[in-house]
């Protein structure tokens, strides 16, 4: 069975997409810890990150970097957090977060309820 991140590669789901290659996915977090949380993922379906091949690996990084930059850009934080979790998706996936503290990466906290206004306005944000 499919993933519900494979459905979102095949377009099945909709999502709020700011960057794409042949590869990868960038796209924001629906229930975010704060605005500008972005998950990266391969194309191709892996469970756990540690089983992707290494070149492709390391080509994720490359491209969650271009990704992270724009955050860092437009929202007001001193990094971007990176974190991989893994456990909600069974499909590797990189958090990008904006954070000024590590409180800001603490997934046990309320997540963020913006509307679809709020999504499209921080996508095309970061589609710049």
Request: charged residues 25%; hydrophobic residues 45%; glycine residues 4%.
């Amino acid at each position: 069975m499919s993933s519900i991140f494979s459905k979102i590669i095949a377009g099945d789901i909709p999502c709020y997409k700011v960057q794409e290659n042949e590869r990868f996915l960038a796209f924001l977090d629906i229930q975010p810890l704060r605005k500008g949380h972005v998950l990266v993922i391969p194309k191709v379906e892996v469970d756990n990150i540690f089983d992707i091949e290494d070149e492709l690996l390391g080509e994720m990084m490359i491209f969650s970097k271009s990704v992270a930059k724009r955050i860092q850009q437009n929202f007001d934080c001193k990094k971007v957090g990176v974190t991989v979790i893994g456990l909600e998706v069974p499909h590797a996936h990189i958090h990008l977060i904006p954070i000024n503290s590590l409180a800001d990466m603490d997934f046990s906290q309320a997540k963020l309820s913006l509307t679809t206004e709020e999504l499209t306005e921080i996508c095309a944000l970061l589609q710049k």
